[in-house]
């Protein structure tokens, strides 16, 4: 019996060190995937800002609705390659779509004599928000599957929220939304970090397209609030 015994226990602590190698692995490729994921974000911020996006203030309805079909219908592209080279390839276009979006509010913002100081001071709390947030999901035992609900309730309240600022033109209810954003943004990130943790994600492109959109979102909302706070 003795032998047998000792045979069960190295076989439970292989399986415990593969696991923890494969989610190390997968929480590694993620945050390479989404540190090169910035660089075409850049590249369509530079180019947004230097061209004229004028056009789709013409039709807001009709420029959200394409806009949003656009979004989603890339973001279904990209989860049905996720398994192939190719979702990287999808992945990256994304964000290059989304950095040529951000165009117009970063030229907006940097239009302020404290633009720059607006986009970077955007950009730090953005980071910090990750790292702290990561930092918690990475270190604590907890599993935080459970805010999955809430954060599925939360993106409807918000959408709901986003369409029903186009008709309102309430200041209220506009800074309301992006307060939403900071939150639902940081909480994703810490669920979407701690799933990869406790062994709920297991492909990384899918990580990290949700933890994109997060520090996206929550990059975009940021910098409006403090360009509504603290332009010149």
Do not use: C
Request: proline letters at 2%.
């Amino acid at each position: 019996m003795q032998p047998e015994l000792r045979t069960v226990q190295t076989g439970t602590s292989g399986t415990t060190q593969d696991f923890a190698l494969q989610q190390h692995k997968v929480l590694r490729n993620t945050y390479m995937l989404l540190a090169l994921s910035l660089i075409p974000t850049t590249i369509g911020a530079a180019i947004g800002t230097n061209i004229d996006l004028g056009f789709m203030r013409t039709s807001p309805m009709v420029s959200f609705i394409v806009i949003l079909g656009v979004f989603y219908g890339w973001i279904y592209a990209i989860e049905r390659n996720k398994e192939s080279s190719l979702g990287v390839v999808l992945l990256l276009g994304f964000t290059l779509f989304l950095g040529l979006l951000l165009g117009p509010l970063l030229h907006r913002t940097l239009g302020f004599k404290n633009g720059t100081e607006l986009v970077m001071m955007a950009a730090g709390g953005t980071a910090a928000v990750f790292f702290v947030m990561a930092g918690i999901a990475s270190s604590t035992k907890r599993n935080f599957s459970g805010l999955s609900s809430f954060l599925t309730v939360g993106a409807v309240i918000l959408m709901l929220g986003v369409v029903a600022s186009m008709f309102m033109h309430s200041p209220i209810l506009y800074l309301v939304i992006l307060g939403g954003f900071v939150l639902f943004s940081s909480l994703m990130i810490m669920w979407q970090v701690n799933r990869i943790v406790q062994g709920g994600e297991t492909n990384y492109i899918s990580a990290t397209l949700t933890l994109y959109i997060s520090i996206y979102n929550l990059f975009s909302a940021l910098l409006q609030l403090l360009g509504l706070g603290g332009r010149d």
